[in-house]
């Protein structure tokens, strides 16, 4: 079966600091990913999206950027952290093909100080 | 552009039966979804409808479909307290392999 890793659970940084948040599905191949960002009280916003390695998709002109070195990880960065970036950021994957459905990790809770 | 609206909150006695609604904009829709979000965790999915269907039951839950209007609904049956939580409703965008999620009801059931 198929599970979706994300790392750190948790993650206190300063202003201007790095920032490098992983995903990684296990179980399948070739898979659609996805980065979303859920701030306190709101929905979800897209980030990007990767149909193949090396491949991705901008959603919003942001601090962050994106990248997929291998098959099944799919990694997010900020090379300076600003305090909007604080938030909830949830990665998801998909089938190519199949119905379209999405299923999340367990999410990465981001607070800039 | 495309736009799924939800309302934020829904409070319910427990044993009650809860009602989530939800329009979308996108008639192109090949699947609309619900997904549940306890709190601190991701997003689980519930169930899917496919858009050529008007209803789809699954135990308690029961998705109604009206696509001339635009509007998912999601009924829980005997609503417990473990169903407290964040429901999302989402609409898979033609053409794309992007979803495009509503804000969210914060559903909270009382005893």
């Known amino acids: 079966s198929q599970t979706i890793h994300q790392w750190p659970a948790t993650l206190v940084q300063p202003v201007g600091s790095p920032l490098s948040l992983e995903c990684t599905v296990e179980?399948?191949?070739?898979?659609?990913l996805y980065w979303y960002r859920q701030a306190a009280g709101r929905g979800l916003q897209l980030l990007f999206y990767?149909?193949?390695?090396?491949?991705i998709s901008s959603e919003v002109p942001q601090n962050l950027s994106a990248s997929r070195p291998q098959d099944r990880q799919f990694i997010l960065s900020s090379k300076k952290l600003l305090l909007s970036d604080s938030g909830f950021y949830l990665c998801?994957?998909?089938?190519?093909?199949?119905?379209?459905?999405?299923?999340f990790g367990p999410g990465t809770r981001l607070t800039v100080l | 552009g495309e736009d799924v609206e939800q309302s934020l909150f829904l409070s319910v006695r427990e044993g009650d039966s809860s009602v989530i609604n939800c329009t979308y904009t996108?008639?192109?829709?090949?699947?609309l979804y619900w997904y549940k979000q306890e709190p601190g965790a991701g997003l689980q999915l519930l169930t899917y409808?496919?858009?050529?269907?008007d209803m789809k039951q699954d135990q308690r839950l029961t998705v109604l479909l009206n696509k001339k209007d635009k509007h998912l609904s999601l009924r829980i049956a005997d609503t417990q307290t473990g169903d407290s939580a964040i429901y999302f409703c989402?609409?898979?965008?033609?053409?794309?392999?992007?979803?495009?999620f509503g804000t969210g009801t914060r559903l909270q059931v009382f005893p």
């Open positions: 989402a609409e898979s965008i033609g053409n794309t392999d992007k979803l495009i």
């Open positions: 990767s149909v193949g390695i090396g491949q």
């Open positions: 179980g399948t191949s070739n898979p659609n």
């Open positions: 998801a994957w998909t089938l190519i093909g199949g119905t379209d459905t999405q299923y």
């Open positions: 996108d008639s192109s829709s090949t699947y």
């Open positions: 409808i496919f858009s050529n269907m």
